[in-house]
């Protein structure tokens, strides 16, 4: 699958239709850019906010990011996604996340808030599976059974991939990104990516970024913990891995 969508992407056709749709954007907004991918109904000022649907009164660009991801190598500083991941496939992640890798200068960061595997294992093996947000809808209120549940997560609301921290670090790993840090809901050491979640049930928060031309190095994974934003300090090494060229 990433030949051919990078192919696509190279292809005549792709820069014709980027030309056409991006580029009048693009000209409203500085670089480097901040990306808010996925966006919704939910709208960042300052920020060019892209996505599929063509009715959202609010967005700047509307781009199937399957595809690519229609802004030229190191041209942006930010990256912010919430409930956009676990709508690719696997190929489709992957893919998307080495667009992110290309796209973000040296020392950009990638902020991806997406639903916990973890946490609803965590809260299966608790026997406390009703204790989800979402569960407390009436809309769901006819699930009977966790197996019941567990299907309509990886099924329903296009979602084709989940993950855990385990399988997020790996792709990130993949895509090229040599810093991961696991973040709290709304917190970053980062003003600009501070307080974006709007879904309570983001409940894992990445922030990865790249450092380029180091050659091979080890991967630090770091898990921040502390309820205020003055308690970055508290940063724990979780473990590294070897990152290639």
Not at 53 to 63: G, K, N, P, Q, R
Not at 150 to 167: A, K, P, S, T
């Amino acid at each position: 699958m990433k030949g051919p969508l990078r192919r696509f992407r190279r292809s005549k056709f792709f820069f014709r239709v980027k030309k056409r749709i991006v580029e009048p954007v693009k000209r409203r907004f500085d670089s480097p850019y901040k990306l808010h991918l996925g966006c919704g109904k939910i709208k960042l000022d300052g920020w060019v906010n892209v996505d599929l649907d063509s009715e959202l009164a609010d967005v700047d660009i509307v781009w199937d990011l399957s595809m690519g991801i229609p802004v030229d190598d190191a041209t942006c500083s930010f990256i912010f996604c919430e409930h956009l991941i676990e709508h690719f496939t696997s190929e489709q992640g992957a893919f998307f996340l080495s667009e992110c890798n290309r796209v973000l200068s040296a020392e950009g960061v990638l902020r991806i808030a997406t639903p916990s595997l973890d946490h609803i294992i965590d809260e299966i093996c608790r026997g406390n599976w009703r204790a989800q947000d979402w569960l407390s809808q009436p809309e769901y209120h006819f699930i009977q059974t966790r197996a019941e549940m567990l299907n309509i997560v990886f099924r329903w609301w296009g979602h084709q991939w989940l993950y855990d921290r385990e399988e997020l670090h790996r792709r990130l790993r993949e895509a090229g990104f040599t810093t991961i840090e696991d973040v709290e809901w709304g917190m970053s050491n980062h003003d600009q990516l501070r307080n974006l979640e709007s879904r309570s049930d983001s409940l894992l928060i990445c922030e990865a970024r790249k450092i380029k031309g180091m050659g091979r190095q080890k991967v630090t994974l770091r898990v921040m913990s502390g309820r205020n934003c003055e308690d970055f300090e508290n940063i724990h090494e979780v473990g590294e891995a070897v990152c290639p060229e």
